[in-house]
């Protein structure tokens, strides 16, 4: 059974730093293509950030390339996302997703909430 748990989300000022870490468990991080994604109240989820299962090769939203980073640590079957210079806009509950490729579905974590205050 696949699962998926989100950790690391909180309360912080604009400026500030978050990582976040989604832990594995029933499939292996480096075997599957691993992402994050973020919703907010009355709109869609939209993609944050990914790493590719094979290459490590990453892709970010165009809006946050350069604050946030995606990485993933095998031995704890762990993948995180560093998030940097945090703006109100940022407050979401953020997802961990994994697909095993672009042709199928993704597992989804239950989500961990992050507010940015100003």
């Known amino acids: 059974q696949v699962q998926l748990v989100e950790s690391g989300g909180g309360l912080v000022q604009a400026g500030d730093s978050l990582r976040l870490s989604c832990a594995a468990s029933?499939?292996?991080?480096?075997?599957?293509?691993m992402g994050w994604f973020r919703q907010t109240p009355g709109k869609e989820r939209e993609f944050v950030a990914s790493i590719h299962w094979s290459s490590s090769r990453t892709d970010y939203a165009d809006s946050l390339r350069g604050r946030f980073t995606i990485s993933r640590d095998n031995a704890k079957n762990t993948v995180y996302l560093q998030m940097n210079s945090l703006k109100p806009e940022d407050t979401a509950v953020y997802y961990c997703?994994?697909?095993?490729?672009?042709?199928?579905?993704?597992?989804w974590g239950q989500g961990t909430q992050v507010t940015v205050s100003s």
């Open positions: 029933g499939l292996t991080v480096s075997s599957y293509d």
């Open positions: 997703a994994a697909r095993r490729s672009s042709l199928t579905n993704y597992y």
